[in-house]
Structures are given as C-alpha cells and as structure tokens.
C-alpha cells in the first residue's frame, strides 16, 4: 500500500509520462533524490532529518574543541609574555610613570596634578603634544576627584592605545607582488640585520621563498652576520666582496629573484646616521637601482628604529621617510632599559604603520605590534 501525502499528478494521456509540479521561483531542489520524489509523487520532498550533532560517535568534536582551547591557551600565553618581555624593557619609562602616577593617586585631580601628569608623560618622552593631548583627554571625566593608580593607569593605556592604533597593522611580506622586494634601513647599530633574519626565519618556516641580500658591503662582519640567518633560514643568499656598491647589490638581488621566480627579497643596508648627507644620499641611489628593474619598488621601505635611543627616533623617521621614503617601522630592543614612549610621539607625527617590535635577540623574538599590549606595558600595567 502507498500512502499518499499529497495529491498525485495524472499522467499525460499521450505521453503516459507524468507531469513534473514545476518548482517556485527560488526553489530548487534540494538533491537529485528531492527531484526523483517529485517526479514520482508530484508533491514536496520530505525533510532529511539533520543528523544528531549531540552524537560525536568518535569524538571528533571534542578533539577539535580540546585543539582549539589549546591554540586559544597557547596565544594567550604567547601575549601574556610579550607583555612581560615589554613590561620589563619599558620599565625606565613605565617605573618613572608608574612612580609619578602613584603620587598623583594619593590626591585630588587638580590642575597641579594635571600639570604634574604631563610633565611626567613628556620625560617619558612623548613629547609635548602628545602630552597635552593625553592629560587633556584623562582630566575629562576626573577633574576634581580622587582616582586611584590603577585607574590612572587603565585610563592613560587607553589614551595611548588610541593614539597607537590606527598605525597598528599587521603585514605579511610574503603577500603582495611577486616578487616582493622589501628594503630595510636605520641607524648604525639599529637591529637591521637581526630583524631582517628574524622575518626571514618566520616566512620561510611558512614556506616563502626568500632572497636575503646583503647590502651592507661597508663590513665583512655584516655579511657574514646575514649568511648566518640565511643559513637558518634556508633562503638564497647574495653578497659582494667588502666595498662593492650597495645599489648595485641590489640591482641583482632582484634581477636573481625574479629569474628564480622568488617571492620575496629582503634587504639588508648598511647603518647610516640621518645627518650623514653623502650616505643617506648612498641610500637614494640603492633605491633608483632597484626601479630600473621593477619601477613599482621597493615595495617595502621599512625603518628599524633601537627604542633605547628617546627621543633621537622622532628625527630619523623624518629624515629616512624624505631620503628612503619609509613605508612602516619596526622598533627593537624593547625588551632592554627601552625609553618606547618616543613610538607615542612617532605614531602621533606620523602616518607610518608600526609593523613589528623586537624583544629579544631570537627568531621568536619579532612580533606583531599591538597597540594595547605596548600602551598597558608603557604605563606598568604587567597584565
Ligand atoms: N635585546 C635585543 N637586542 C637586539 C634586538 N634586535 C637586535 N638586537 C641586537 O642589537 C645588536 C645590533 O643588531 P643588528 O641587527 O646587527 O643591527 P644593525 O642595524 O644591522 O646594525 P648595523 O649593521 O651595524 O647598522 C645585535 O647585537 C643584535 O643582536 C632586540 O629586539 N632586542
Ligand atoms: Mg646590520
């Protein structure tokens, strides 16, 4: 016996064939075997039950939710400790903060106080502007009361963080034109070569395929210091004996990368004071040499700037951005006696992304620069 569920089509008199219920606008349907159901009984498909999620018969489930808590564990390890490393390089600017900060909390927020809080916040080296801006902005809603150190802190991390944030940006070099040609340049002493070892470290463990070129051909040192990281790394490698030119070491490095079908060059140059006209103008050429090959480069022009040297930074931004034309930067040894408040002031300046911050001499010492971490570190807050 059929049980019916709806009313079945009659088929064609001449064709014996039985007339399919045509399907609505927007319906289709819901498998070959929905369609076959319609055919043979002209009414709809009868809903497939979905299968019971609850089940989890060999526990895949579980499995992907114990994975998942754990790379959630492992990331939030992973922040908890570059926030420590920054906490304890930051702390000649967060102790004297944290210090000064403490007193203000004992009274009244008053215009002493506030005058106090921006003294403070300009001999952490975040210059005058952004420390009438901060002082401007946490006086608001506080004026007149008594406020407690932590909140003082919360409340100065957040004002930092907001200044910070919109030059937070992650990048990934090994995205982007192929290839990719990424010039790093900086001070002598700067953390160039190391932070250039660390990114090459990282992309080519995620399977880049990397040029690194040493282009500091002033010290033999500097090459070898490279070929160490290429070497770790298991990128391609091109030097020049000692006193070759640096554009012209350039120049094949990205002829070389492009034959081989590369994804990425990175740049190694040598470090150069800002005030030094006849080297910053060395850097100028390194750049035009690169253009004859690939007229849309250097993609990347990323300043390395040592944290521990204040308020210095502020001058080399401007004169690498005019020579080099900066795209991002990436600021090292955060985790030393660092004076970071100077990014403030540099992120304030200058609509520069901050790319990375070093904390440490390692491969796994490179991370993404985060806003909230740096401002919560800066201030003393450890977690
Ligand atoms: N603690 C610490 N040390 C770092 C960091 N980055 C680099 N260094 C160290 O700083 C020193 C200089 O780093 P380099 O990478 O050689 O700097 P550079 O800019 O290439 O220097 P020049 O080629 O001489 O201009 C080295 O001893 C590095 O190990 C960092 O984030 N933290
Ligand atoms: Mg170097």
Do not use: C
């Amino acid at each position: 016996m059929i049980l019916w569920w709806g009313k079945k089509k009659q088929p064609d008199p001449k064709t014996g064939e039985t007339p399919v219920e045509p399907l609505k606008p927007g319906e289709t349907p819901a498998s070959p075997i929905a369609s076959l159901d319609q055919q043979i009984f002209g009414n709809a498909p009868i809903a497939q039950p979905e299968p019971e999620l609850g089940d989890d018969p060999i526990g895949l489930r579980k499995a992907a939710e114990r994975i998942a808590a754990e790379r959630a564990a492992e990331a939030a390890a992973r922040e908890a400790s570059v926030l420590h490393k920054l906490s304890e390089g930051l702390k000649r600017s967060s102790s004297r903060l944290a210090e000064g900060l403490a007193g203000l909390s004992k009274r009244k927020i008053d215009s002493d106080a506030l005058d106090e809080l921006e003294e403070l916040l300009i001999t952490s080296d975040m210059g005058t502007k952004v420390a009438a801006r901060i002082t401007k902005a946490f006086s608001k809603d506080r004026f007149d009361r008594e406020v407690s150190g932590d909140e003082i802190k919360a409340a100065l991390a957040s004002e930092i963080a907001a200044i910070l944030k919109p030059r937070e940006k992650v990048v990934d070099f090994s995205l982007g034109p192929k290839p990719r040609i990424v010039l790093f340049v900086g001070v002598n002493g700067s953390g160039k070569t190391t932070t250039i070892g660390k990114i090459a470290a990282k992309l080519s463990a995620q399977g880049a395929d990397i040029v690194l070129a040493a282009g500091d051909t002033f010290r033999a040192a500097a090459v070898e210091q490279l070929r160490v990281w290429a070497d770790r790394a298991n990128a391609r490698f091109i030097s020049k004996p000692q006193g070759a030119d640096a554009a012209g070491l350039a120049y094949e490095a990205v002829e070389l990368a492009k034959s081989e079908n590369r994804d990425l060059v990175l740049i190694d140059t040598a470090g150069r004071l800002q005030n030094k006209t006849q080297l910053m103008d060395e850097l100028a050429k390194v750049v035009r040499a690169i253009r004859k090959i690939d007229p849309s480069a250097p993609h990347d022009v990323i300043l390395v700037l040592d944290a521990t040297v204040g308020q210095n930074a502020l001058s080399q931004v401007e004169a690498f951005r005019n020579t080099a034309g900066v795209t991002g930067l990436v600021m090292t040894k955060l985790d030393g006696t660092a004076k970071g408040g100077v990014l403030v002031a540099i992120a304030e300046q200058h609509a520069l992304p901050i790319h990375f911050v070093g904390v440490g001499e390692k491969a796994e010492d490179l991370h993404p620069f985060s806003a909230d971490t740096f401002a919560r570190a800066l201030v003393g807050l450890d977690s």
